[in-house]
């Protein structure tokens, strides 16, 4: 079993920053991609971005450019900064791992149970 802890989110701003950690215990297996997703007011669960053990990044557009994923690979930590924040990225995130690479939020096993991000405008 994998277990999946985030840490960070809150309350910006519009074009401010913020940072959010991930950080896994379980079998290393089974957390070979790590990856945010977010859920939006009224929206359905999407794709933010992933990196595997192999060094893969992958961004959706909607952040790309404005959002940095990087991962910890001794500790099974990752991370994702945001910046130049808007009110359309307000939204619960959610750290996921599985051990095969896809960017479909229906294809992971293991969770965490969300951060808050909040962008006012």
């Known amino acids: 079993q994998v277990q999946l802890v985030e840490s960070g989110g809150g309350l910006v701003q519009a074009g401010g920053s913020l940072s959010l950690s991930c950080a896994a215990s379980g079998r290393a297996f089974n957390t070979y991609v790590m990856g945010w997703f977010r859920q939006g007011p009224g929206e359905e669960r999407e794709f933010v971005a992933l990196v595997t053990r192999s060094g893969d990044i992958a961004y959706s557009d909607s952040v790309k450019g404005r959002f940095t994923i990087s991962r910890d690979y001794a500790n099974d930590i990752v991370y994702l900064q945001m910046n130049s924040l808007k009110p359309e990225d307000t939204a619960v995130y959610y750290c996921?791992?599985?051990?095969?690479?896809?960017?479909?939020?229906?294809?992971?096993?293991?969770w965490g149970l969300g951060a808050q991000v909040t962008v006012s405008s």
């Open positions: 996921a791992a599985d051990a095969a690479y896809s960017r479909q939020a229906s294809d992971y096993d293991y």
